[in-house]
């Protein structure tokens, strides 16, 4: 019975192990499709913002070390959470900003129009960035607890199982094997009570027949010495 409920718990989680390879199988090729859309999508929004950035510097000079002066704390930040796919957390990056643009109105009297475009293009790439970020590495993630969910799948399968499988079908031989040593056992039992009873019949039959062959024997004898 041990045997049975293990190879029943062996099948069960092989069937739960199964299901979690399929859903995890199903959102990995889901990402791997958002991996390679974000990626052609990174090209184009990397060029346009290549572009932007020569248009600014045309139209307001080079601006870099002013940038840079003026740095005092990021306002574009990452933030993480987690989403839970069958059992799996996998980690989710976000951007936001944080407070308020500290170079909003820089360059309206010169080249205003060229900067807006310029950091609503970097801000998108930064977007996207992040955005590709976070599903290559729900993606390294998805690709290692797959490879590790098939390994225990196909243990269990390939392994487990027909290991509980051939322990019961050996148990189940020795039990067949003990059944007919037992009923040869009992068998033989039953003909040696069966030959006991015959002989105890066969003595029966003999006692009586030797009992009448001494009377008939008697018999003749009272006669002979009768007629003598």
């Known amino acids: 019975m041990l045997m049975k409920f293990r190879l029943q718990g062996a099948q069960k989680g092989h069937g739960l192990l199964k299901k979690k390879a399929d859903a995890l199988q199903m959102r990995f090729r889901m990402i791997l499709g958002k991996i390679i859309e974000t990626k052609t999508l990174m090209g184009e929004v990397m060029k346009e913002a290549a572009f932007s950035l020569a248009e600014a510097k045309f139209a307001t000079g080079d601006f870099n070390q002013v ?40 360059g309206l009297a010169r080249g205003g129009q060229q900067l807006a ?7 998108r790439a930064v977007k996207l960035l992040v955005e590709l970020a976070s599903l290559q590495t729900s993606f390294v993630t998805l690709d290692e607890v ?54 105890v019949r066969l003595g029966l ?15 003749f004898t009272n006669i002979f010495v009768f007629i003598d």
């Open 117 to 123: 475009k310029l950091k609503k293009n970097y801000q």
């Open 146 to 199: 797959i490879k590790i969910t098939n390994r225990r799948v196909n243990a269990i399968e390939h392994v487990i199982i027909p290991r509980i499988e051939r322990t019961l079908a050996y148990i189940i031989s020795e039990l067949d094997e003990l059944e007919r040593e037992e009923f040869y056992r009992l068998k033989k039992i039953q003909d040696k009570k069966k030959i006991a009873k015959a002989k």
């Open 67 to 106: 940038v840079l002066q003026n740095v005092t704390k990021a306002q574009i930040k990452i933030r993480s959470k987690k989403d839970n796919v069958a059992g799996v957390n996998l980690p989710i990056f976000e951007s936001y900003q944080d407070g308020t643009d500290t170079y909003e109105l820089a």
């Open 205 to 219: 039959i003999l006692l009586i027949f030797y009992y009448y062959i001494f009377i008939i024997i008697f018999n």
